[in-house]
């Protein structure tokens, strides 16, 4: 079945250990998106690709970085995570930009010692 | 900006009843799309139903339909007929067309199944 798959499921690292998480998809869709989602509230869109553009969130702290080497993998990398980093991270697809639906992965649940 | 609401942070129902959850949004666009994901435990978020704002009618896939009230910027989702499986967290997302691929989600219901 075509899906989008999240690794690892879950990721525990110390305060201020660089971490990365992927996403792959067999969707062939065009945008790939980083939300990060703590307890409670709504998911926080912090990146996302549509093809090889990037498109960085104002707000998204300097620490998260993203990387997209082909169509079908995306990459989330934490460079110094805080306390405050602690979340989950959901990877979403869609075929096209705006109006088109979205398609999650499981989650990567991010612990931080 | 464009913001949603969802008013009750937890919902409970009884198997075989009917729930609603609510969701208000504000919004100066036109032209936008409605959403209901669903996030049971440990799960990937799913979608459940999706509105275009540009249509009367209200959308329906099998136990779970909307409300949808343009004038009133509120979308509420009838589960019928609830199922254990029906436990989740529910979020309402909207996107319009001028938001770019910013999708903006309320910060969810969590719905229990009472056997």
């Known amino acids: 079945d075509a899906m989008v798959i999240q690794n690892p499921r879950y990721q525990v690292t110390q305060f201020g250990k660089p971490v990365t998480l992927s996403c792959s998809q067999t969707?062939?869709?065009?945008?790939m998106y980083w939300y990060q989602q703590k307890s409670s509230q709504a998911p926080k869109l912090l990146f996302h690709?549509?093809?090889?553009?990037?498109?960085n969130e104002a707000d998204t702290p300097d620490n998260f970085q993203s990387r997209r080497p082909n169509t079908s993998f995306c990459f989330l990398d934490i460079r110094s995570p805080g306390l405050g980093d602690a979340a989950m991270y959901l990877c979403a697809t869609s075929r096209d930009p705006g109006t088109d639906v979205l398609t999650f992965g499981a989650g990567s649940r991010l612990t931080v010692l | 900006a464009q913001t949603v609401t969802q008013s009750q942070p937890e919902m409970s129902v009884q198997e075989a009843e009917t729930v609603t959850l609510s969701c208000t949004y504000d919004t100066s666009e036109s032209d936008y799309y409605l959403f209901w994901y669903k996030q049971p435990p440990s799960r990937q978020m799913i979608l459940v139903i999706r509105q275009e704002a540009y249509k009367q009618q209200n959308a329906t896939e099998n136990r779970f339909s909307v409300n949808f009230q343009k004038a009133a910027k509120s979308f509420s989702l009838k589960i019928s007929d609830s199922q254990l499986g029906d436990a989740a967290m529910y979020f309402c997302?909207?996107?319009?067309?001028?938001?770019?691929?910013?999708?903006?989600f309320g910060t969810g219901t969590s719905l229990t199944v009472i056997p």
């Open positions: 690709y549509y093809d090889k553009d990037f498109n």
């Open positions: 997302a909207y996107i319009g067309d001028r938001s770019g691929n910013q999708f903006y």
């Open positions: 969707l062939n869709h065009n945008v």
